[in-house]
């Protein structure tokens, strides 16, 4: 019984068996006790939360000790792979961290008389997105690819550093001619000469890894452009990887919370798509797939893929035919060279639509440079360094969420979206559906900025009127964050391919809006995406 009665009080209630006598003592004893068994009770909690975190604390210790063979085998292995040139990479890591930390203070002494205090992006030092993305500038190629995928990933990274990152895009150094012409002789074995007519010194465009040169062919005399990767390009991406890696995984040993992240995996899955992009085997492989894929469906005389010179090409060295055209952006041009830029429109749509279906890989980057309408009227699909994988799961969400989008129906786009995500919480289709209709509704605020120019013909009194597109990426990746980040407060969490396809569909949509105003290309009847074609073109591609 007495056990019993302490349990009652401990619950904050007089047990039922006591004497009435025992209400009448004095009010002091009764508050001295009832804060001594509250202390006690505090007490019990806090105990209990002590135990709770010390058991915590002990599954982690051990998990730690489990793991840290592995990681010490993944950190000596990784250093053995990387090799001298790690010790090089690291030394230039800190003369960029050195910089751009100059920079950083030389901006917070600026701001330090300031009343308002300092800003946000000064706060986090190198970590905030625009002392983080002048750092990737200075180390150099690798990271500034690395600065491109992560504008290319709003489904991985936050908001405010892919817009940043998104000046990565912008034109890269040149490197000198005869440092080309020095990687042509090695890879090819013979020289220049024997295989080119003429290699035009000055280039035709610089990226963060290759640049692209314009040529003619011995013998045959065909235009040609040759791609050549930059000097030490992958070398350097292999110690930088290797050391992002390395960092990942010991953030994972660190705090277990980052594996919930798949920090790792997100990490692996970077360093392949950049070593795929600097092997140009693989390039021309997609190039091919592709280019198969336009003679088996019958579409060579709508559309077109450079072929590529396998006698002088290699994994660093890439030629292929010269194509000649003009952007989809450019409508003056568009409009001199067909009767009608929306037919090119649909073709160029199709064209694209049907490689989802039909080919292994599908071209994830149709910005206006490499999406061209070509001089005999053809779409002309350029530059497969960057492609996707769609499986057929991801696929199949997706023509859900497009016609959902066409249709303005928001449940099912909700549910289209539930079915691409991961996640473990339940979701209320409800309010998710309606949100998602208050970002959609935006699409039809988006600015497009034409640029009108008109000239007049002094013999012929004639006015040339000619307009260009002008295409602001942050507008399209701002629309297509805003899903991402109302998804994931829901707890979604999308494969990498999804975005990449609705970059494309963004990217699409800008074309729209200039060569074709009334067209919807998700309810045009002459536009084909539905998936049961999917075993035609499979069938047919096989």
């Not at 009665?5 to 006790?33: D, N, T």
């Not at 006690?40 to 010390?54: M, P």
């Not at 982690?60 to 001298?84: A, F, H, W, Y």
């Not at 995984?249 to 600097?278: A, H, Q, W, Y």
Request: net charge negative.
């Amino acid at each position: 019984m007495a056990v019993s009665a302490i349990r009652g009080v401990a619950c904050g209630r007089l047990p039922r068996f006591q004497f009435h006598h025992a209400q009448l003592q004095s009010s002091s004893l009764s508050l001295s006790s009832k804060r001594l068994l509250n202390y006690r009770s505090k007490g019990f909690i806090v105990f209990a939360q002590y135990s709770q975190a010390q058991d915590l604390f002990s599954s982690r210790l051990q998990d730690s000790i489990q793991n840290l063979p592995k990681l010490v085998e993944d950190i000596v292995q990784t250093s053995i792979n990387t090799g001298p040139r790690g010790a090089l990479r690291l030394a230039q890591g800190i003369q960029a961290v050195i910089g751009v930390g100059g920079e950083w203070l030389a901006d917070v002494s600026k701001s330090a008389n300031s009343s308002a205090g300092l800003p946000t992006e000064l706060q986090l030092g190198l970590l905030s997105p625009i002392y983080l993305r002048r750092l990737f500038e200075r180390m150099g190629a690798t990271y500034i690819k690395l600065g491109q995928f992560i504008a290319s990933a709003p489904t991985l990274f936050p908001r405010e550093y892919v817009e940043e990152f998104q000046k990565c895009f912008d034109r890269a150094p040149e490197v000198p001619f005869q440092e080309i012409q020095a990687i042509l002789r090695e890879e090819l074995g013979r020289p220049i000469d024997s295989v080119y007519e003429y290699v035009d010194p000055i280039p035709l465009a610089s990226a963060s890894i290759a640049q692209v040169h314009s040529a003619k062919l011995k013998g045959s005399r065909e235009d040609v452009v040759i791609k050549v990767l930059k000097p030490g390009i992958e070398d350097i991406l292999v110690a930088d990887m290797n050391f992002v890696y390395v960092v990942a995984r010991i953030l994972e040993f660190l705090n277990p919370e980052f594996s919930r992240t798949s920090l790792v995996g997100v990490v692996k899955d970077i360093r392949e798509s950049m070593l795929e992009e600097v092997d140009f085997y693989k390039e021309a492989a997609n190039i091919e797939n592709f280019r198969r894929y336009l003679e088996v469906m019958g579409l060579t005389r709508q559309a077109a893929a450079p072929k590529f010179y396998e006698y002088c090409s290699s994994k660093r060295v890439l030629t292929m035919e010269r194509l000649y055209g003009v952007p989809l952006t450019d409508l003056d041009s568009i409009s001199s060279l067909v009767p009608s830029p929306e037919n090119s429109l649909i073709t160029a749509l199709n064209v694209w639509f049907g490689s989802l279906l039909a080919c292994e890989t599908f071209h994830a980057d149709v910005h206006a440079g490499n999406l061209w309408l070509l001089r005999d009227g053809r779409i002309g699909f350029l530059d497969f360094g960057i492609v996707g994988r769609i499986s057929p799961k991801t696929w199949d969400a997706m023509e859900v969420f497009l016609t959902s989008i066409a249709a303005e129906e928001y449940e099912s786009m909700a549910s289209a979206l539930m079915e691409m995500g991961a996640t473990n919480k339940d979701i209320d289709a409800q309010a998710f559906s309606k949100d998602l209709e208050k970002i959609f509704s935006s699409i039809q605020d988006l600015d497009t900025e034409l640029i009108v120019a008109t000239a007049r013909e002094r013999s012929t009194n004639a006015t040339a009127i000619s307009a260009n597109l002008v295409v602001d990426e942050r507008q399209m990746n701002a629309l297509f964050l805003d899903v991402v980040r109302v998804s994931e407060s829901y707890g979604l969490r999308f494969p990498r391919e999804f975005a990449l396809l609705m970059k494309q569909l963004l990217y699409f949509d800008r074309y729209t809006r200039l060569l074709a105003p009334n067209l919807n290309m998700l309810q045009d009847q002459r536009i084909s995406i539905v998936s049961n074609r999917r075993s035609n073109y499979r069938d047919r591609f096989n």
